[in-house]
């Protein structure tokens, strides 16, 4: 579940459409920042991950949390298409959600 949170803190991108990276394989998690291998600059396209039998494991709900305890981002994904989000700020106000795992505006 923990890997999930972490893919879902990655997958909404901002006006560009790059190709997804798999981020098990491409990514680098340093401290809870994923990197590409060869950069220092934290990564923040698009990612995927798959199952042994190569499809794609996003599927369901995920919830991130701030560090103080609120809830941060509510995503659901369904056959690995995000189909909701929902952002709070670390006050608890529901916000609008930009590029995700960036918090609110």
């Given at each position: 579940?923990?890997?999930?949170?972490?893919?879902?803190?990655?997958?909404?991108?901002?006006?560009?459409?790059?190709?997804?990276?798999?981020?098990?394989?491409?990514?680098?998690?340093?401290?809870?920042?994923?990197?590409?291998?060869?950069?220092?600059?934290?990564?923040?396209?698009?990612?995927?991950?798959?199952?042994?039998?190569?499809?794609?494991?996003?599927?369901?709900?995920?919830?991130?949390?701030?560090?103080?305890?609120?809830?941060?981002d509510e995503v659901t994904y369904k056959d690995g298409e995000?189909?909701?989000?929902?952002?709070?700020d670390e006050d608890g106000n529901e916000c609008e959600c930009?590029?995700?795992?960036?918090?609110?505006?």
């Amino acid at each position: 579940m923990k890997k999930i949170l972490l893919i879902t803190l990655l997958l909404i991108v901002g006006c560009s459409k790059p190709e997804p990276i798999n981020y098990e394989t491409t990514l680098v998690n340093r401290k809870g920042v994923f990197y590409t291998n060869d950069t220092n600059k934290p990564y923040s396209g698009l990612v995927f991950s798959l199952y042994d039998d190569g499809k794609k494991k996003e599927e369901g709900k995920a919830t991130i949390w701030h560090e103080n305890g609120q809830k941060s981002d509510e995503v659901t994904y369904k056959d690995g298409e995000l189909i909701s989000e929902k952002c709070w700020d670390e006050d608890g106000n529901e916000c609008e959600c930009r590029a995700f795992s960036l918090g609110c505006y």
